[in-house]
Nanobody, 123 residues
């Protein structure tokens, strides 16, 4: 059974940093990349970033480009999301997901999802 478990969420003041982790257990069949999505209160879930397992390609949403960095440690089956210069509008539940196909920004391409971790940024 595949499990994606996020950790590292919490509360931080604007301008601060957090690092999220997503540990994958089990064999993620047919998944060529890992992504992060987020859902703010009253809003739809949106794409944040994605990385191919090879690390050859990385994608970011415009809202986080230059502030967030995705990375992976294949030996640990873990993906990280380093979030710097956090803003109140980054407040959301952040979800890790594993997927394949195109486009990588589409939720429908992701087969496996974590339970989410809350990130709260205060002004």
């Amino acid at each position: 059974q595949v499990q994606l478990v996020e950790s590292g969420g919490g509360w931080v003041q604007a301008g601060g940093s957090l690092r999220l982790s997503c540990a994958a257990s089990g064999r993620i069949v047919g998944s060529s990349y890992m992504g992060w999505f987020r859902q703010a209160p009253g809003k739809e879930r949106e794409f944040v970033t994605a990385i191919f397992w090879s690390g050859s390609s990385i994608y970011y949403a415009d809202a986080v480009k230059g502030r967030f960095t995705i990375s992976r440690d294949n030996a640990k089956n873990t993906v990280y999301l380093q979030m710097n210069s956090l803003k109140p509008e980054d407040t959301a539940v952040y979800y890790c997901a594993a997927g394949s196909g195109w486009p990588v920004r589409s939720q429908s391409m992701y087969r496996y999802w974590g339970q989410g971790t809350q990130v709260t940024v205060s002004s």
